[in-house]
DNA sequence: ACCTGAACACCGTTCAAGT
DNA sequence: ACCTGAACACCGTTCAAGT
């Protein structure tokens, strides 16, 4: 039976997830889908055609989504602390994320990341600088915000072997979110 | 003129900084070098054990530098701001890391990568509990000082055009240090 | 419209032969 | 001891030919 776009991105985002982009090759793909490579070139122009429509479908799911979900609670540090969780709670959105920090350097991947962390900080700016903060300490509460996401996926992939408990995550958050807020 | 495994070495590490490990590709390298890949093979076993040989460099270089330069520091809180100093001021330094953050995802990166980063979580860790915080606290505000670290380069990353000024810098270290150290 | 299969380029790897 | 050059495998890409 006919396959379509989504199928290989489909397979495309398993990939990535499994190795970043570098882990996207075309003939080993088709042989996953029980096709061949003259196949997939009918529907994509090539290789990085398929990665960007895979980064494009990531970028309308993951990042707008998490935001949506906490943007219209009124009290800011509630707003922060809510998306805090969001972002740690669901671990296929973190390995998606990390997925593709694995291969940040990859000129495919860099203006899609540029534009995901650009929302994402601003987002954050906004909501530290509804606390009262100025503008400069709100831009750095909210790089110390981010900072703390970055951190706890990092030490994740880092040591997947030893995952920490759901307790030491509540802990982290709440003291990340008092010691951020204070001041305001 | 003969080479050496050294010769591939720096080549390979350059690479690494443009485009991480994907980049060390030998038929180019060899190019670069004036000789054949043929000649690789006399140096090393695969391309594999070229990155090996290029991480190992770089895990004795850059990882043990920064804390040597700090560890004999009495006061830990002028301990803790003049290692995120070190870290954060040369670009080089941040951009090798940058570079390696971008094949995280590759099993040659991994494992150098988990010791680069356990080494630097638990020399922050201890400052933190040199500063008479529980072991809990430590932790988080580590995990916290080392997202600040983070957050900062990737900014950077993502933005080249707009690179923060030296104030900025400043004021960013000043304002982390003032609030992971708060309460000690 | 969608797919196959053969072809070619590029890079990793091997190895016999050179100096 | 160190290097060359030819060979082969693997994957990206093209394209003429099939349904």
Redesign the interface.
């Known amino acids: 039976m006919a396959l379509g776009k989504e199928d290989w991105i489909l397979e495309a985002a398993l990939a990535i997830g499994r190795?970043?982009t570098?882990?996207v090759a075309v003939e080993p793909l088709a042989k996953r889908l029980g096709t061949t490579k003259g196949s997939f070139y009918w529907h994509f122009a090539n290789r990085d055609a398929l990665i960007a429509a895979t980064l494009d479908a990531w970028e309308n799911e993951y990042t707008e989504g998490p935001i949506a979900q906490v943007a219209q609670i009124e009290e800011p540090r509630e707003r922060i602390a809510r998306l805090l969780e969001v972002v740690m709670e669901d671990d296929r959105e973190g390995q998606a994320d990390?997925?593709l920090?694995?291969?940040?350097?990859?000129p495919l991947v860099?203006p899609v990341?540029?534009r995901v962390?650009?929302r994402r900080?601003a987002f954050l700016e906004e909501c530290f600088g509804d606390l009262g903060f100025t503008p400069?300490?709100a831009r750095?509460?909210a790089?110390?915000a981010?900072?703390?996401?970055?951190?706890?996926f990092?030490?994740r992939?880092?040591?997947p072997d030893r995952p920490p408990s759901r307790r030491e995550l509540r802990?982290?958050q709440r003291?990340?979110i008092a010691?951020?807020t204070?001041g305001s």
Chains 1, 2 share one sequence.
């Open positions: 190795g970043g570098a882990a990390v997925g920090l694995a291969s940040a350097h990859d860099a990341f540029a962390q650009s900080f400069a300490v750095h509460r790089r110390l981010y900072g703390a996401f970055l951190a706890w990092e030490q992939r880092v040591h802990a982290y003291e990340t010691l951020l204070r």
